[in-house]
């Protein structure tokens, strides 16, 4: 079997492309394809000619058949109203951003919303404490994202948020223009994949470029870098998405999919288990991969002799950035472990803990568990046989460990 | 869009429309409701949910969302959730009709139309030649496609019929290449 990368991408990979579905190293590998293939543009343009016809019939139909909602919005916020007033009193959420929407001075509003927020805050607190004495110190005791914790036979931790900090970071003030928009666009989770991009100038001055985030994002952003010296903010259309990243080169992409999954499915306990552990691990898949681009990202604009260059202040910064993302990375890593090894269990797998690999970059490492996770769970074509499928998830979550090990 | 606890997609900074209301989570989910009425309720007439029913199961779903977002509750992704809620309400609401009437195996494809839709798409010839092979795709795959036309992702999509990625994708990847072949016939 050959497992170098095809020639031309199949169909089943051309449809995954035009619909943004690929992983982001095999999406640009193909994109770099296009461009010099003319059958396999043609190929592409026959596809999005499939689309665009279903696209034609479908509201073809809808207009025929005329289905629309016939009630109005005032319908529905009556019914809000009335269901508002038999749940009782508004949430706190709700009462803390009306408090923010009152007219009136800006602090007066925000210091009563925050006094709301910590009275209700230290009373959760009190109550807990008096009702549980004993677990009190039990979860600060826990190193956070310890790679200790991946381990087959621990629960599932529970999911931070994929691809939004888990905590609020404690960011350090910064200095130099590009590491304090560094530090906003992290704290706002705009450094997590989002088409925004920092272009910083010879004068030390930075420019955050905007890509079609959307009007309110744009707005969050901006309001977030007003005001610092040095930063400003530009809109652009979409770019060509050239994000730098390397193409694939370890496994074969073609047609198939995960030979296993109809086992798997049998010995976990079904479909639905196997389902649920799929969409699960795929979203902490794209935690993952959202922190680790982070972080090359970081590290291509800040290499060792210019962070060398860096006043104390601003290293402090970048650093509380960079240890933030590799928090949330090591979190990720052990939610993926211990969904993942109750499946390498049922595929009889040897324990990855029994082979000692190189320590590989987080980078590297990441991509590769990312390639193998979207065969498994993601719907990548693969050539790989099952057994080979299960040997490299493997050798991935080996690699990953020990990647995971050497940052933490 | 993300709401819950503090989501961004809350704009404050618009104001309010409409008249003042108890808090933004109201007039989140109006908006919400504005912009997704319709295909919520073309999405549940393909379910097969008698056309009487439509107006009364979409609005459960905001009112549901609007129950879970004062509670508290995070929902990431709204629009999906909203048409997670619909499709089990709608589910339900059809499994609940079948008790009295037999449902034939075609029930939750198009059951809607005053006017004739196949007579006026079996006029263009590419849309006849889609129409006969959507028809004869499992029920799963049209709905996949249904709501991939409707804009969401895989993901999204496995989120809301209860399936994998994988499942997802080689729903569409297999409609769509039929859709290819069907139009060069």
């Given amino acids: ?408 | 869009m993300s709401i819950g606890a503090l989501g961004p997609a809350v704009d404050l900074a618009t104001g309010a429309i409409g008249p003042p209301m108890e808090s933004p989570v109201h007039e989140l989910v109006v908006q919400l409701y504005e912009e997704m009425r319709d295909p919520v309720c073309r999405y549940l007439a393909r379910l097969g949910v008698p056309r009487t029913a439509l107006d009364d199961l979409c609005q459960e779903a905001f009112l549901r969302l609007f129950q879970a977002l004062r509670s508290g509750k995070q929902v990431p992704n709204p629009r999906a959730w909203i048409f997670t809620v619909a499709r089990n309400s709608g589910l339900n609401a059809r499994e609940a009709e079948a008790r009295t009437q037999e449902l034939d195996e075609k029930a939750d494809w198009p059951q809607v139309a005053s006017a004739d839709p196949e007579a006026a798409i079996l006029k263009d010839e590419t849309l006849a030649r889609i129409h006969r092979l959507v028809e004869g795709l499992p029920s799963d795959q049209r709905h996949c496609l249904r709501l991939r036309a409707e804009g969401f992702r895989y993901r999204e999509i496995a989120g809301i019929m209860g399936v994998t990625v994988s499942t997802v994708a080689g729903s569409i990847r297999r409609s769509v290449l039929r859709i290819r072949e069907a139009i060069h016939e």
């Fill in chain 1, 1 to 408: 079997m050959n497992k170098l990368q095809p020639l031309h991408p199949g169909s089943e990979d051309l449809l995954l492309f035009i619909d943004g579905e690929l992983p982001e190293p095999r999406q640009a590998a193909i994109r770099m394809h296009l461009a010099g293939c003319w059958k396999c543009r043609a190929e592409v343009e026959e596809l999005e000619n499939a689309v665009s016809q279903f696209m034609r019939y479908q509201t073809a139909v809808d207009a025929a058949e005329g289905v629309a909602g016939t009630r109005s919005s005032a319908d529905l916020r009556r019914k809000l109203e009335r269901l508002d007033r038999e749940l009782g009193r508004p949430g706190l959420w709700s009462r803390v951003r009306h408090l923010l929407t009152l007219p009136g001075p800006a602090f007066a509003r925000r210091v009563a919303a925050g006094i709301l927020v910590m009275a209700t805050a230290w009373a959760a607190v009190t109550l807990v404490q008096r009702l549980t004495p004993a677990r009190r110190m039990a979860p600060a005791m826990q190193p956070a994202g310890s790679v200790q914790a991946i381990a087959p036979t621990l629960p599932p931790p529970a999911l931070p948020k994929p691809g939004v900090p888990a905590a609020p970071p404690a960011l350090a003030p910064a200095g130099l223009p590009e590491i304090a928009a560094l530090v906003k666009l992290h704290t706002l989770g705009a450094d997590l994949g989002e088409p925004v991009e920092t272009e910083p100038s010879a004068d030390g001055a930075v420019t955050v470029i905007c890509r079609q985030v959307g009007r309110e994002r744009e707005t969050e952003i901006r309001s977030a870098l007003a005001g610092i010296p040095g930063v400003t903010v530009r809109t652009e259309p979409a770019g060509p998405q050239d994000t730098g990243r390397r193409p694939p080169t370890t496994l074969a992409l073609g047609s198939g999919g995960n030979p296993l999954e109809r086992a798997l499915a049998g010995q976990l306990g079904g479909k639905a288990v196997f389902d649920r552990l799929a969409n699960e691990i795929l979203e902490q898949d794209d935690g993952l991969m959202a922190r680790v681009y982070a972080l090359h990202d970081i590290e291509k604009r800040f290499p060792a002799s210019r962070q060398a260059g860096l006043s104390a202040q601003d290293r402090a910064a970048l650093e509380a950035v960079i240890l933030d993302h590799r928090r949330a990375a090591i979190e990720n890593g052990a939610a993926i472990e211990s969904r993942v090894a109750p499946i390498a269990k049922a595929l009889g797998l040897a324990s990855p803990a029994a082979r000692q690999p190189a320590a590989p970059g987080i980078f590297e490492a990441a991509q590769r568990m990312d390639r193998i996770l979207n065969m498994f769970f993601g719907g990548s074509p693969s050539k790989l046989t099952g057994a080979e499928l299960g040997a490299e998830l493997n050798a991935a979550r080996a690699e990953l460990r020990a990647a995971l090990e050497a940052v933490r």
